[in-house]
């Protein structure tokens, strides 16, 4: 399994947007995450298997 490595200023833009609070901008990413399984979950519920072709969400990464 390989892993893209976020480039640094990226990295650096989100902990400059929580005003140089790494812990808070981890908390928000974690946030974030949660709300998009939720949002994921949602949608493989609402969608058909035919419409989905038989398509599974994962809700982890591999």
Do not use: N
């Not at 902990?15 to 140089?20: H, L, Q």
């Not at 928000?28 to 599974?56: C, M, N």
């Amino acid at each position: 399994m390989s892993t893209k490595a976020a480039p640094q200023q990226e990295i650096d833009a989100v902990i400059e947007a929580y005003g140089g609070d790494a812990r808070a901008a981890v908390r928000e990413l974690l946030a974030d995450a949660d709300f998009l399984r939720d949002q994921l979950y949602t949608a493989s519920v609402l969608v058909s298997k035919g419409y989905a072709r038989g398509w599974r969400p994962q809700y982890e990464r591999p």
